[in-house]
């Protein structure tokens, strides 16, 4: 127990109090973390088993760092960039190239082709906005088939013109989550935000601007994140810029990643009010179950990027009651559960705020993760290593 407390003390384990009893509960994910270091350490089994799971790192990488402080881009504090007014397309630069675009960067407006705009009317809308992941998948290889055969894009060299025009295509995407329920063409000029508040019919206010570009910024990339490992082992096999990304949005359409953002916003539209969401979140806690939305491995002090976008939806005119309801019930878990807000539950908000289609908060992560991915690709591809982890035979089942 006293080794469990100096883990506590030090930040490493988070510790949650339980309403009426004097005993506490512990992070599972924070234990199993540490656990994973001392056997990465000790040599007790594979290393890279243990590093798998939250554990210690396993690919060495000059594009992002996991700080207390949220990620850092290529050594600049994300949240920063954020705070500045920095544009996304601004901050994908820094991550491919290691500096910042030029201020207010616009990239030029790739015209849409014929075989895309073929291919998009004959696309009908998802049954659920949720499914936009999946059509982010088929317009990427869309675009990567009419580049032509994998070694005339390896030829071509245009990695980076490829991805400015497909972050421009799935933002176009979002049309189909509109009224018009159709893809979007972004105007010439527009930035990425414009267009998207443009493709879902949202207004186009300086608010409305900054919340999104700043949601953007903090969630372009996140070290090696399940996606974004996917697209560094698909990137290590020689497979061209959209198979990789493709294998990224799949990866990222899971349900303990992008979709994880619509169990949040179904947890939070449950409940009409603060104290039936409060009563829920006590219910799970006690059955020691994740509250949606709560609770960050590599946070235990709190998610810096989730506290962003917060502070910047409470400065947001206008606001509703639904808004006021949940704010105090992110206060409450927080102040009385001592559990932390994720940026999941900060995006889901943030589109409530600004009354975004529902269920589009994990399209959007994936727009902003695009950006990361593009780099972690490029990084692979320099370091010409085949990723082939080891598999730990255990038996017949």
């Keep these: 127990m006293q ?23 512990y992070a599972r994910a924070d234990i199993e973390k540490v656990k994973a270091r001392s056997l990465a350490r000790s040599g007790h089994g594979a290393v890279a088993a243990s590093a798998m799971h939250w554990g210690e790192p396993i690919i060495p990488t000059t594009i992002t760092q996991i700080t207390s402080e949220g990620p850092l881009y290529r050594g600049q504090l994300a949240t920063r960039l954020a705070s500045s007014g920095i544009l996304f397309e601004e901050v994908a630069e820094l991550l491919w190239n290691g500096a910042r675009g030029a201020p207010g960067l616009r990239w030029p407006r790739y015209a849409q082709s014929e075989h895309l705009r073929l291919f998009a009317g004959s696309i009908a809308a998802p049954a ?61 000029g527009h930035s990425i935000v414009e267009g998207l508040l443009g493709a879902l019919e949202i207004a186009d206010s300086a608010e409305n601007q900054e919340g999104l570009n700043a949601a953007l910024v903090v969630l372009a990339d996140h ?3 399940p996606s974004s490992f996917a697209a560094r082992i698909a ?8 198979s ?19 169990q949040v916003e179904q947890f939070l539209m449950r409940a009409a009010t603060h104290n039936a969401l409060f009563r829920r979140a006590s219910e799970l806690q006690a059955r020691s179950l994740a509250v949606p939305g709560f609770g960050h491995p590599l946070y235990p002090q709190g998610d810096p990027r989730a506290r962003l976008i917060l502070d910047l939806i409470q400065k947001r005119e206008g ?7 949940i704010e105090r019930f992110i206060a409450d878990v927080q ?36 950006a990361g991915w593009v780099a972690h690709v490029r990084e692979q ?8 982890p080891r598999a730990k035979f255990v038996g017949q089942v």
């Design 3 to 25: 080794t469990l407390y100096a883990y506590v003390s030090r930040g490493w384990i988070h510790s949650i109090a339980q309403a009426g009893r004097k005993d506490r509960l």
């Design 128 to 188: 659920s906005n949720d499914q936009l992941m999946e059509l982010f998948a088929l317009f990427t290889m869309q675009l990567g088939l009419s580049r032509g055969h994998a070694a005339g894009q390896a030829d071509r060299g245009d990695t980076l013109a490829a991805a400015r025009e497909l972050i421009q295509t799935i933002a176009g995407c979002f049309g189909y989550a509109s009224q018009r329920r159709a893809y979007y063409q972004l105007r010439k």
């Design 223 to 225: 070290e090696l994140s």
């Design 235 to 242: 990137a290590s096999s020689g497979a061209t810029l959209h």
């Design 244 to 262: 990789c990304l493709a294998a990224a949005v799949c990866t990222n359409s899971g349900a303990q990643i992008g979709r994880l953002y619509s």
């Design 319 to 325: 606001r509703s009651r639904r808004l006021d309801v």
């Design 335 to 370: 102040d009385r559960l001592g559990l932390y807000p994720r940026q999941e539950l900060a995006l889901v908000l943030l589109g409530i705020a600004m009354g975004l289609p529902k269920n589009t908060s994990g399209a959007l992560s994936t727009l902003a993760r695009t």
């Design 381 to 388: 591809q320099l370091s010409g290593a085949l990723l082939r």
